[in-house]
């Protein structure tokens, strides 16, 4: 069983930043996919980035490209999510997940494990 415990969420202004980690129990961290997902009240939750198991491969949806970064350090067990330029339509409850795959994905259903999520607030 892997836990997730995100972290770094809060309120910040438009255009602001905001980094989000994401840390992760268990030895193989680098088989694990991870991704990131948010919900804003009263919506799905959506695909915002995944990276890879080795970190090779990242991939965004299209309102976060070029603004949002994905990373992750295995030898800390964490997967980190780098916001600039924050607009008020990112405010949602964003989630980590871990994948059983080193292999990234961006449906929500191929994710394993959950953390609790992390509240971040964007105003105009």
């Known amino acids: 069983q892997v836990q997730l415990v995100e972290s770094g969420g809060g309120s910040v202004q438009a255009g602001g930043s905001l980094r989000l980690s994401c840390a992760a129990s268990?030895?193989?961290?680098?088989?694990?996919?991870m991704g990131w997902f948010r919900q804003a009240l009263g919506k799905e939750r959506e695909f915002v980035t995944a990276i890879s198991g080795s970190g090779g491969r990242t991939y965004y949806t299209d309102s976060v490209k070029g603004r949002f970064t994905v990373s992750r350090d295995n030898a800390k067990n964490t997967v980190y999510l780098q916001m600039l330029s924050l607009q008020p339509e990112d405010t949602a409850v964003y989630y980590c997940a871990g994948r059983r795959w080193a292999t990234a994905s961006s449906r929500r259903a191929e994710y394993d494990y959950w953390g609790q999520g992390t509240q971040v607030t964007v105003s105009s």
């Open positions: 268990g030895r193989t961290f680098s088989n694990y996919a």
